[in-house]
């Protein structure tokens, strides 16, 4: 399952952004950046007209596995999760967050990395 189509980001120039204006939150798994949406930075063809929501992105890199097979079932995963966690959530402005998985994370269980996601998203005053 992947994010509906209204919660993806999308752009290298989205990505820099939120790199260079995100604040971070750390856990011994994973790293959330999260920043207010730059609007003039969102790839063209986007309907901008839904209404603000939280648009998302995950990272899991070689260093996790070198199995394509089980980067996929953790983007997956996460995709599934933040999606039931994040559809229902009202704001007033756009938020951007993206979240990359530390080489540590393959060690603990899905259920482990699914709650310290939630932990990471209650830090950065997401979700309550």
Not at 12 to 22: A, L, N, Q, T
Not at 53 to 64: E, F, G, H, L, Q
Request: charged fraction near 25%.
């Amino acid at each position: 399952m992947v994010l509906p189509k209204h919660m993806r980001l999308k752009g290298h120039r989205c990505f820099d952004f939120i790199y260079r204006e995100g604040a971070r939150f750390y856990s011994p798994s994973m790293v959330l950046r999260v920043t207010k949406a730059n609007t003039k930075l969102q790839v063209k063809g986007i309907n901008s007209k839904v209404r603000p929501c939280i648009k998302c992105a995950i990272s899991i890199s070689n260093k996790v596995s070198k199995k394509s097979v089980t980067r996929n079932k953790l983007r997956r995963l996460f995709h599934h999760h933040l999606s039931y966690r994040l559809s229902n959530i009202v704001t007033k402005n756009e938020i951007w967050a993206f979240i990359s998985l530390k080489p540590s994370c393959i060690k603990n269980s899905n259920s482990i990395l699914l709650k310290e996601c939630d932990k990471l998203l209650i830090k950065a005053g997401i979700t309550k």
